[in-house]
T-cell receptor, first 115, second 114 residues
Framework: SAVISQKPSRDICQRGTSLTIQCQVDSQVTMMFWYRQQPGQSLTLIATANQGSEATYESGFVIDKFPISRPNLTFSTLTVSNMSPEDSSIYLC????????????FGPGTRLTVL | AQKITQTQPGMFVQEKEAVTLDCTYDTSDQSYGLFWYKQPSSGEMIFLIYQGSYDEQNATEGRYSLNFQKARKSANLVISASQLGDSAMYFCAMKRAAGNKLTFGGGTRVLVKP
């Protein structure tokens, strides 16, 4: 299975600021995914990031608020822009394992609190 | 649209006993995959078990087994011989054959009592 790391693991930020979350994988992967998990809720897909193309955003998520970069096959960043307390969540990146069925492996998550 | 329903928000289970976590899904697709993940309080998502819609046998992985009833559209997770370390949130998820998106259920919190 892929080993995925995320930075930072947690952060406390002021409203109106932006935070960039990094996701690093120990092997080359085609697809990376960013999820949000609001307190007490399930996971919701924000966007899919393929190397060399623009990220594909899910309904309710826009590039201006959650810009994503995917400069190579092992790395991606998600920026949470102009934050408000409603952005307080766990943000998780995941990768397609390449196994049949589409299994995704997840990073450890970034726990964000916005004051 | 796909929908995953986990009707049990929380469950207590005695250590060493088995527990069944319910998951029902709604899809018109014939080909899809079903997954269970465990999320401890640390927040990481740990893959437990996978069942393909065309798999004839129920999936098993150690103490985890999946009771797959395709006609009823259910994919219940059975954890045998519960351990204290099994205390966590458990999420059922589905992926269509076409596309890459995982759709998650609302989760079930399991607390194992000594």
């Amino acid at each position: 299975s892929a080993v995925i790391s995320q930075k930072p693991s947690r952060d406390i930020c002021q409203r109106g600021t932006s935070l960039t979350i990094q996701c690093q994988v120990d092997s080359q992967v085609t697809m990376m995914f960013w999820y949000r998990q609001q307190p007490g809720q399930s996971l919701t897909l924000i966007a899919t990031a393929n190397q060399g193309s623009e990220a594909t955003y899910e309904s309710g998520f826009v590039i201006d608020k959650f810009p994503i970069s995917r400069p190579n096959l092992t790395f991606s960043t998600l920026t949470v822009s102009n934050m408000s307390p409603e952005d307080s969540s766990i943000y998780l990146c995941s990768v397609d394992s390449g196994a049949s069925g589409g299994l995704q492996y997840f990073g450890p998550g970034t726990r964000l609190t916005v004051l | 649209a796909q929908k995953i329903t986990q009707t049990q928000p929380g469950m207590f289970v005695q250590e060493k006993e088995a527990v069944t976590l319910d998951c029902t899904y709604d899809t018109s697709d014939q080909s899809y995959g079903l997954f269970w993940y465990k999320q401890p309080s640390s927040g990481e998502m740990i893959f437990l078990i996978y069942q393909g819609s065309y798999d004839e046998q129920n999936a098993t992985e150690g103490r985890y087994s999946l009771n797959f009833q395709k006609a009823r559209k259910s994919a219940n997770l059975v954890i045998s011989a519960s351990q204290l370390g099994d205390s966590a949130m458990y999420f059922c998820a589905m992926k269509r054959a076409a596309g890459n998106k995982l759709t998650f259920g609302g989760g079930t919190r399991v607390l194992v009592k000594p």
